[in-house]
Each structure stands twice: as structure tokens, then as C-alpha cells.
């Protein structure tokens, strides 16, 4: 397979190209067989493990991912979607016979699932192949055809996805487009099919619009503020080591990291040892801060994080553990603060970073008030041992996720849906809910004899007037 690769920020005329071809290949892609479909998926997963070694060398280039985690969090991960999708798709992608019921006696039905066609995938930064080819993965297992737009952050990683791409497939199959918010915009002009956006909620609304125009169907998976609760039944030493690894992983660049937590005031002090001495653990010097411990994406993203951080000591917040930022560095130590006033901005915006602010509650109203403030959070992160309590949580508080008693790593699972609600994201993705996003399930009726219908049709005598008094009452 052959075809040139995109330079950086495309022109709008190669864009319209390529989207052309993959228009005009949808039909074909969408007869693709199942074991055709299973042979792409295969030949994506051998070449990225083929560039494993450029992947992480991008990555690191990026911001300095270190490698166990680009194994671990990103060809781990595709590893098993793949592993997922090749398992259940002959049973997902199979029509299924429905039973029509009294009322349409002679007929039969069934949903045929179907390609939705042309769809683009626009991806973040912050786990820049997995989020790219997780959802690809998913649209090839549906039959669709694929444009994908990477972040432009994380630049030298989307050169060798690109690269990747380019070996795999065919584009009239799959292109890949490198950009940032030019590329994008021009994207979202094109009448895709659906779209699927993983990002800020803020963008999220941007492609909704476009989508709306179209129209076309969208999955947003959105960010927002997870929060923890941690109630006095918790296990403290226990949920801190959860709690902090799942909040430095990535230096809390992470759509569902807990953003904060909400800690019953009579196990604040305890809990905030125990955070700092997990911390400690994870990262117990200098030599293991330069290995594995990631930097911010960008200055830019690094001088928001200080001013989240600013913001709030100005308001009587306490550091007390943490709290230096180098900008130019990109990096931010791991930090925790305490006394966080409410309307503090750090208690208003998603933090994206390694900072955690702990809050105070005394009744569980208090926490649920908390969160039912705030937009719907992706997850829920709940530590106790308190099942009634945990049970009153979920009832009273709306989230994408649950998590009891751990963080973060429900979104490995692919026999979980992962998405959000409200703000925090529409659809789902993993395992088959990402096949359905891409799927379109098509209703198929189809009259075998003539069944009831003339029996109620016009003109309406006497007879047929009892006729649909019985069909009304009995049917
Ligand atoms: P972002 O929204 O700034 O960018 C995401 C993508 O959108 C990029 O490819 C970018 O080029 C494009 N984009 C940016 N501005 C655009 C515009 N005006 N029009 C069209 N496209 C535009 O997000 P980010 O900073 O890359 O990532 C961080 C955000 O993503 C956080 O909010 C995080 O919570 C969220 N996120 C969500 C998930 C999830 O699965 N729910 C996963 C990862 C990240």
C-alpha cells in the first residue's frame, strides 16, 4: 500500500481529497467481512508493536512519558480492545431476529447492524495513541471508514501514528490528517457521517455545532472534575497509595484523575500523611522525578496549573506538600493543599495536573451538595467500607463512572461502558459500546403474508370497527 504522506497543516484542498476517497470507498468498507475486518485489526496491532521502540522514543520527545507507561497505558490497552473486539465482533456485527408481535402477524423482523459510513476521529494530547486508535479500532470492527486528527501537542508522536497509519492502510480505508485547530475547524465543515471527539468540554461543544449543521451523529468524551469522596469507614493508607498514584500517573493529565477530594474532616489529618507519604513512595527522589515522572504537555499548560495554584494560596489555601512549578520546564511537583476556599478557581475548572485539593464535609449531604453544584463528573471515586453509605452516594450523585475503593483504572475495562453524561461527555466507548457508536442498527421489516392489515383498513364497516375494539382491548 501507497500513499503520500500529509505535511503538517494540510491544505483544505488535500483534506477534500481524502475525505472524497474515503466517501467514495464507504460502500466497500462497509461490506468488509468480518474476518477482513479482524485482518486490519490484526496488521495495526503488528505494526504498532513493529514501532514500540519509536512510539516511546516520541512520547518521550512529547513529554517525556516514560516508557513502562507507554507500554502499560497505551499498547497494553490497544492490546486488549483488540483482544475485546475480535472476540465478540462476529456476534455484534450479526443481524438479529426480532419478534414483531401479535399486531404484525405475517411479517418478520430484524436489525441488520451497518456501517454509519465516513466518521472522524479527533483525539487529545494526553494519551495521544490511545485515544486515537482505540476509537479506530472500533470503527474499522463497524465497517466504516476513517479520517483521524490527532492532537498537534504531542507532534512527534502523531508522526509516527502517521507513519503507522500509512503502512496499514489504504487511504480511501483510513487517513490521517496532522494540524491543530485549523486542520480541526476545516474537518468539521466536511459531512461526515459521525464524529468522535475526545477533549475539553469546551471543544466538545465546538464540534457538536458542526455536527448539528450536517447533521451527523457525535460521541463527545469530555473532561471535568471526578471527585473522591472518602468517608470515615475508609481504609486511609490503603485508598492515599490508590489516590495518589492514580492522581500523579501522567502528572494528572488524565480525563477521569481525581480532581478532588472531599475527605470527612475527622480523617483530613490522616489522610493528608498518608497522600504525602504516598507521593513519596511513587516518586522517592531526584533520579526517579527525571525517569518517571512526567512533564506538562506544554509551558502553556504548565503556567495555568501555577495559576490554579496562586489562586488559591491568594485565597488562604495551605500547600502542604508540593507546590513549585518550572513553566519553561514543564514540570509540577506533586501537591497537595488544604483550607481550599469554595470559590477558589482550583474548585472551579478541571486541574489537568498534579495538584489535589482536599475539602472537608461532617454530613454526607454536605459532599453530595458538593458535587450536585459542580457539572456531572466523568467518575465517581468512592472509598469506604460503609456499604449503605457508598449505596446512598451512587443514588444521590450522577456521574459517566462509578469507582469504589479505587481510581482511574475502570476505563482499562472493555466490558465497561466508558463515557460521560451531561458535560462530561455523550456515548460510550470500549468492548462493544464502541462498536455500537459506530454502528448503525438498521431496522428491517419485511411482510411474509398479509397478516392483519387489510382487516383494518378503510372503508371502516361495522365489522372492522369491532375488529380494532378487539385488536385494542386483546393485543
Ligand atoms: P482540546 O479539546 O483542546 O483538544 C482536543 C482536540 O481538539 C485536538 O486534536 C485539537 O487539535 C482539537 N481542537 C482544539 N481546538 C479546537 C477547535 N476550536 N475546533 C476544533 N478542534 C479543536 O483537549 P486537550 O487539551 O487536547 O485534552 C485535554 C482535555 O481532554 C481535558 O478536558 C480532558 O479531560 C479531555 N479528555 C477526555 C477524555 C475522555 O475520554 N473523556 C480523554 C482524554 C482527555
Not at 339 to 359: A, K, R, T
Not at 425 to 444: A, C, D, K, P, W
Amino acid at each position: 500500500m501507497s500513499h503520500q504522506l500529509l505535511p503538517v497543516s494540510p491544505s483544505a484542498a488535500s483534506i477534500h481529497q481524502l475525505f472524497e476517497g474515503l466517501k467514495e470507498h464507504a460502500p466497500e468498507q462497509r461490506k468488509l467481512s468480518v474476518k477482513a475486518r479482524v485482518k486490519r485489526l490484526d496488521a495495526l496491532y503488528a505494526e504498532v508493536w513493529r514501532r514500540r521502540d519509536d512510539l516511546k522514543r516520541a512520547m518521550w520527545d512529547d513529554f517525556q512519558k516514560p516508557p513502562q507507561e507507554v507500554d502499560l497505558t497505551e499498547i497494553f490497552v490497544l492490546k486488549q480492545e483488540i483482544k475485546a473486539i475480535k472476540k465478540g465482533l462476529k456476534t455484534w456485527a450479526r443481524p438479529q431476529r426480532v419478534p414483531g408481535g401479535l399486531s404484525l402477524i405475517g411479517s418478520s423482523s430484524w436489525i441488520r447492524p451497518e456501517a454509519k459510513g465516513v466518521v472522524l476521529i479527533v483525539s487529545p494530547w494526553n494519551y495521544p495513541m490511545q485515544l486515537l486508535f482505540r476509537p479506530l479500532v472500533a470503527a474499522i470492527a463497524a465497517g466504516c471508514t476513517v479520517m483521524l486528527k490527532p492532537s498537534e501537542y504531542t507532534a512527534h508522536t502523531a508522526q509516527v501514528l502517521a507513519e503507522i497509519v500509512e503502512a496499514v492502510f489504504d487511504p480511501r480505508e483510513v487517513a490521517l490528517v496532522q494540524g491543530g485547530v485549523e486542520t480541526a475547524t476545516e474537518l468539521l465543515q466536511l459531512p461526515f457521517n459521525h464524529m468522535f471527539f475526545t477533549g475539553s468540554p469546551d471543544v466538545g461543544k465546538i464540534v457538536m455545532a458542526a455536527a448539528a449543521k450536517i447533521p451527523c451523529s457525535v460521541t463527545l468524551e469530555l473532561g471535568g472534575k471526578s471527585p473522591v469522596i472518602i468517608d470515615p469507614s475508609a481504609n486511609i493508607k490503603a485508598s492515599a497509595k490508590r489516590i495518589a498514584w492514580a492522581k500523579l500517573s501522567n502528572a494528572g493529565q488524565i480525563c477521569v484523575a481525581p480532581d478532588y477530594i472531599l475527605v470527612h474532616e475527622s480523617k483530613r489529618d490522616e489522610l493528608v500523611e498518608a497522600l504525602k507519604q504516598a507521593m513519596d513512595a511513587l516518586y522517592p527522589n531526584a533520579d526517579s522525578i527525571a525517569q518517571d515522572y512526567q512533564r506538562i504537555v506544554h509551558p502553556r499548560h504548565a503556567e495555568r496549573i501555577q495559576g490554579l495554584i496562586t489562586d488559591a494560596k491568594e485565597r488562604g489555601a495551605q500547600v502542604v506538600q508540593g507546590g513549585e512549578v518550572d513553566v519553561q520546564g514543564c514540570e509540577v511537583a506533586p501537591t497537595l493543599l488544604v483550607d481550599v476556599p469554595v470559590d477558589s478557581q482550583i474548585l472551579q475548572e478541571e486541574i489537568f495536573g498534579p495538584v489535589l485539593p482536599i475539602v472537608t464535609w461532617k454530613e454526607p449531604e454536605e459532599a453530595i451538595a458538593f458535587i450536585r453544584a459542580r457539572p456531572t463528573p466523568l467518575a465517581l471515586y468512592l472509598y469506604g467500607k460503609k456499604r449503605s453509605l457508598t449505596r446512598r452516594f451512587i443514588e444521590e450523585i450522577s456521574s459517566g463512572g462509578v469507582s469504589i475503593n479505587n481510581s482511574v483504572i475502570h476505563v482499562s475495562s472493555t466490558d465497561l461502558p466508558f463515557g460521560g453524561l451531561g458535560s462530561s461527555g455523550i456515548g460510550s466507548s470500549n468492548g462493544v459500546y464502541g462498536f455500537r457508536e459506530f454502528t448503525h442498527y438498521r431496522g428491517m421489516y419485511a411482510q411474509r403474508w398479509a397478516g392483519f392489515g387489510p382487516a383494518l383498513m378503510p372503508p371502516y364497516t361495522q365489522r372492522k370497527s369491532r375488529l380494532i375494539d378487539i385488536v385494542l382491548r386483546w393485543l
